[in-house]
């Protein structure tokens, strides 16, 4: 009987919940159904919920982190080789209006191409650019970012009748594959008589500082009109 049903099944006689018997020597084309339980998911969490999207290589604006908004985006030389890199700025994320004064610093990122023209993270800063509620009565002290042939310039400018400014300028030491602040220029206006007073400061003043670890809170005293 056992060789009977096995003959039967492989015959292709319909019967109803046929399984043929393990029978040395014979193989059968029954395919049983994959186990769900058995299958290994990759699990995936949506951006919202604290994931960060995997960045398109070809994209500035997708290395903006999630939650966060994108400020500003600029295309350029970062060093000096010809390629059309970028430059991103970004305010991070917050959950509650910040009061005037106060918030957190925006992001820097230096994003540089490849060979094959894909965008790779090369240098960040989150210290260069205050918060948007921090430039004063002028509002947003954010001016703006420039790329010029391996040098950036980073401006920012803030207050009220005394408007303040400064600019600060890096330039890609090819040696340490990195950004080297080259110089700040740092001034105030008085709005009502035009009196103003600037300062540069090189690197005999502050040394060798990289982009990436740059504080503006690091230099000397800005100028005053006091």
Same mark, same amino acid.
């Not at 058995?38 to 070809?58: D, K, L, M, Y």
């Not at 005394?162 to 890609?172: A, N």
């Not at 220029?185 to 400061?201: F, M, N, S, W």
């Given at each position: 009987m056992r060789v009977l049903a096995t003959l039967l099944c492989l015959c292709g006689t319909t019967m109803i919940g046929c399984t043929p018997p393990d029978v040395p020597g014979v193989q059968t084309d029954v395919e049983h159904p994959t186990d769900p339980s058995a299958v290994t998911r990759t699990p995936t969490r949506a951006i919202g919920e604290g994931a960060t999207a995997a960045p398109n290589s070809f994209d500035p604006a997708s290395f903006v982190p999630a939650g966060a908004t994108l400020v500003d985006s600029v295309v350029g030389d970062l060093t000096g080789g010809g390629r059309s890199d970028a430059l991103i700025v970004f305010a991070p994320a917050s959950s509650e209006q910040d009061r005037l004064g106060e918030g957190p610093a925006r992001t820097v990122v230096l994003l540089t191409r490849d060979q094959s023209g894909r965008l790779q993270r090369a240098a960040?800063?989150?210290?260069?650019?205050? +918060?948007?509620? +921090? &430039? &004063?009565?002028? &509002?947003?002290?954010? &001016?703006?970012?420039?790329?010029?042939a391996g040098t950036v310039t980073i401006a920012v400018s803030g207050g009220s009748r005394e408007r303040w400014f400064s600019d600060y300028v890096f330039r890609y030491a090819a040696e340490q594959g990195d950004w080297l602040l080259d110089r700040v220029i740092r001034g105030v206006t008085d709005t009502q008589t035009g009196i103003q007073k600037q300062a540069e400061l090189t690197a005999a003043d502050f040394g060798e500082m990289p982009f990436s670890r740059f504080d503006p809170g690091s230099l000397q005293a800005a100028p005053t009109l006091d």
């Amino acid at each position: 009987m056992r060789v009977l049903a096995t003959l039967l099944c492989l015959c292709g006689t319909t019967m109803i919940g046929c399984t043929p018997p393990d029978v040395p020597g014979v193989q059968t084309d029954v395919e049983h159904p994959t186990d769900p339980s058995a299958v290994t998911r990759t699990p995936t969490r949506a951006i919202g919920e604290g994931a960060t999207a995997a960045p398109n290589s070809f994209d500035p604006a997708s290395f903006v982190p999630a939650g966060a908004t994108l400020v500003d985006s600029v295309v350029g030389d970062l060093t000096g080789g010809g390629r059309s890199d970028a430059l991103i700025v970004f305010a991070p994320a917050s959950s509650e209006q910040d009061r005037l004064g106060e918030g957190p610093a925006r992001t820097v990122v230096l994003l540089t191409r490849d060979q094959s023209g894909r965008l790779q993270r090369a240098a960040e800063n989150a210290r260069l650019i205050p +918060c948007a509620r +921090c &430039g &004063g009565v002028a &509002g947003d002290p954010y &001016g703006d970012a420039r790329i010029d042939a391996g040098t950036v310039t980073i401006a920012v400018s803030g207050g009220s009748r005394e408007r303040w400014f400064s600019d600060y300028v890096f330039r890609y030491a090819a040696e340490q594959g990195d950004w080297l602040l080259d110089r700040v220029i740092r001034g105030v206006t008085d709005t009502q008589t035009g009196i103003q007073k600037q300062a540069e400061l090189t690197a005999a003043d502050f040394g060798e500082m990289p982009f990436s670890r740059f504080d503006p809170g690091s230099l000397q005293a800005a100028p005053t009109l006091d």
